[in-house]
């Protein structure tokens, strides 16, 4: 199935916008490829922007120890995160989990 422009715009946006920072919570819907993450709660569930495969990059902005947990939400695989480190996240539409990179 081809990814309609619509869709394209959001992963790749022509006009470069700015990673998006949002608070760490149980619950995150990011809305750009780069999100930094603020805060130590656990990340539970990712709220896809597009419906087709994609990857996300969730920076830990200064917050080590937040888990991205498969125990309930749209994760394949429970990882924890480096401060500073981004966390590369493949979304498998069959599945309609994210998975780990690396």
Same mark, same amino acid.
């Given at each position: 199935?081809?990814?309609?422009?619509?869709?394209?715009?959001?992963?790749?946006?022509?006009?470069?916008?700015?990673?998006?920072?949002?608070?760490?919570?149980?619950?995150? /819907?990011?809305?750009?490829?780069?999100?930094?993450?603020?805060?130590?709660? /656990?990340?539970?569930?990712?709220?896809?922007?597009?419906?087709?495969?994609?990857?996300?990059?969730?920076?830990? /902005?200064?917050? /080590?120890?937040?888990?991205?947990?498969?125990?309930?939400?749209?994760?394949?695989?429970?990882?924890?995160?480096?401060?500073?480190?981004?966390?590369?996240?493949?979304?498998?539409?069959?599945?309609?989990?994210?998975?780990?990179?690396?």
């Amino acid at each position: 199935m081809p990814i309609t422009a619509s869709d394209w715009a959001v992963l790749s946006p022509t006009n470069n916008v700015a990673p998006v920072t949002i608070a760490s919570a149980a619950t995150i /819907a990011p809305t750009t490829f780069l999100t930094i993450l603020t805060g130590n709660v /656990a990340i539970t569930t990712i709220t896809p922007p597009v419906t087709h495969s994609h990857m996300l990059a969730i920076q830990f /902005a200064g917050t /080590a120890g937040v888990t991205a947990t498969a125990a309930v939400g749209g994760i394949a695989t429970t990882v924890a995160s480096v401060a500073g480190v981004a966390m590369l996240l493949l979304y498998n539409p069959n599945t309609a989990r994210y998975v780990p990179v690396g």
